[in-house]
């Protein structure tokens, strides 16, 4: 239904002799539906028609590691913080302004009107997740506010955003994946509460905790044994996600999303995993709305560890872009780079900014401090060892045994796992990117499912380590961070397949036999079909 309108709506802007490029253009701050309260304060000036010019003679600034902070950093960064919070509701740079920017480019607050096949408007809301915009609008909303920040310091030249280096897992002191002590300790300057403490957390984050990446281990209480599980747990998530699961740009950023499409078509691997686990483990299952602040788009950027998550989902884009192997480079649409935003300035003045300035990172005269990104080695196939070994006589038997999807009817599970087969072209396709789609996938429910899935691996189930080297995605998790139905509460789920299986060295079968295993609580799963196809990018 959404590709139809789609469509159609293509066909009809073509009829009508319009280009067929359909960016978004910026949205109208002032005619925002204030749906959720979350409408930013309306502009009385002229904004410029010319896109937002970085400046140039900015020194670069480097932002530092969130975990490697000295005590001066630190107290300049709550500074930064106490003042952001001091400016009055009125000002559109103030602390409950940014969180609602945030909201109102993600709740429903921008409506734009498409034409349908029948030549009537109708509107569709405006959303810049659970897609390929997440990482640019993302990046420019840092960068204004670290402007903002730098502005409130009279600290324009040096000051830099801290991340959260939620991804290294070293055990060494000081801890990168547990939440950054300035963070943590309410009273960590001793005389007045830090401007950087939120107390809508999980008890979850109590320091010194890890990050559970996939939100799959209990939380309180980590023994050091459960720590040494959940480091090896991390890193071979982040090696899945970034290295074997997103070897082309499309898996990576997310699917595309333009004017006329609904959102949420889906979303990459690095915003659905580890971006939306750590806005989970953060939030409060336990808060008046559950998972507030940071587990909730309307309220996530109510915590100012929103701003140094991003920070490293920023750099981890940088990181991914840097990795060997595969097609790793920045999406060329013409409709994603011109896609536009608006965005309040450390002078309060409404700029207007395009995908294609995102792109590259030198323009905003930032960078990162140097991190180990170990789990390219430690989390890698190479350090992992099969769960479900078998012989090539063996996996030709799973595969007779296997029965594929039916292709009439929705397959549902309200099991803990499900197996099926997938035949594979016979002719492959070089240069091009083997990848299993799932279509329609429907992953709703209170508890927000989440899948992991395991190649030739036919008795995995709850209890499957991902540290597994048959383990080669997951997905879900984000119904309560996202917090809006996806379209028709469909999905399309795709995993690189071309990639993981050369590095398996397990190329050579007509079929690949994939499980799916529900993480949490069983809940009603349904899938349409599965089929392989080939991407270009
Ligand atoms: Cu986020």
């Known amino acids: ?15 009508k002799g319009l280009v067929q490029a359909l960016p978004f253009p910026a949205p109208n701050f002032n005619n925002c539906n204030n749906y959720q309260g979350c409408c930013p304060v309306p502009y009385n000036g002229t904004i410029s028609e010319k896109l937002y010019v970085f400046d140039r003679k900015l020194p670069l600034r480097t932002r530092p590691a969130a975990h490697l902070l000295d005590d001066a950093y630190i107290a300049k960064y709550q500074r930064a913080y106490r003042l952001l919070r001091a400016l009055p509701d009125s000002d ?66 040096t000051f830099a955003l801290p991340f959260w280096n939620w991804d290294n897992q070293s055990p060494d002191p000081p801890l990168a994946n547990a939440i950054p002590l300035a963070f943590a300790n309410p009273m960590y300057d001793k005389k007045v509460q830090s401007s950087l403490y939120d107390e809508r957390r999980s008890r979850c984050t109590k320091w010194p905790n890890l990050v559970d990446l996939q939100n799959a281990l209990e939380c309180a209480n980590q023994t050091l044994e459960l720590q040494t599980t959940l480091r090896q747990w991390n890193n071979r998530l982040m090696y899945t996600q970034l290295v074997t699961a997103a070897p082309i740009s499309r898996l990576f950023f997310g699917e595309s999303y333009k004017l006329g499409s609904a959102p949420g078509r889906g979303a990459g691997t690095l ?25 909730i788009l309307q309220y996530a950027a109510l915590d100012p560890i929103f701003y140094a998550h991003h920070a490293n989902i920023d750099r981890l884009w940088e990181v991914w872009k840097s990795l060997p192997g595969g097609n790793r480079k920045d999406l060329s649409q013409a ?29 905003f005269r930032y960078n990162y401090e140097g991190v180990p990104n170990s789990w390219i080695h430690e989390g890698s196939d190479a350090a992992s060892a099969p769960c479900f070994p078998a012989s090539t006589s063996e996996i030709n038997e799973m595969i007779l045994n296997t029965p594929p999807l039916s292709t ?26 083997e990848v299993l789609v ?45 917090g809006f139905d996806l379209p028709d509460s469909k999905m399309e789920w795709r995993l690189a397949l071309g990639y993981k299986l050369q590095s398996l060295g397990m190329d050579q079968f007509s079929h690949v036999v994939v499980t799916l295993v529900q993480l949490g609580l069983p809940q009603i799963i349904q899938l349409k079909n599965a089929q392989i196809v080939y991407f270009d990018e």
């Open 438 to 482: 799932i279509r329609s996938l429907k992953l709703e429910g209170p508890n927000g499912p989440a899948l992991n899935a395991f190649l030739y691996f036919p008795t995995a189930n709850l209890t499957t380590p991902i540290t597994c080297i048959e383990f080669f995605g997951k997905t879900g998790g984000f119904g309560v961070v996202f």
């Open 408 to 433: 009439k009817n929705f397959t549902t599970f309200a099991n803990s796992s499900i197996t099926f087969r997938v035949r594979r072209p016979v002719e492959k396709q070089l240069h091009r990117q």
């Open 92 to 157: 559109p740079r103030s602390w409950k302004n940014q969180a609602k920017l945030h909201c109102a480019y993600c709740n429903a607050a921008f409506n734009f009107d498409v034409l349908t096949s029948s030549g009537r408007n109708s509107t569709m809301r405006f959303e810049v997740h659970f897609g390929w915009m997440f990482l640019p609008w993302h990046r420019f909303f840092l960068y204004f506010h670290e402007r903002i920040l730098a502005k409130l310091l009279g600290d324009d030249d």
């Open 1 to 15: 239904m959404m590709m139809l309108v789609v469509i159609m709506s293509l066909a009809v802007f073509a009829c």
């Open 335 to 363: 409709d994603y780079l011109n896609t536009q935003f608006l965005f309040y300035d450390e002078n309060a003045a409404l700029v207007k900014v395009q995908i294609s300035q995102a792109l590259n990172i030198n323009n």
């Open 271 to 295: 915003e659905v995993s580890p971006h939306g686990n750590v806005h989970l483990w953060t939030g409060n299952p336990n808060a008046t709305i559950p998972f507030s602040d940071m587990g």
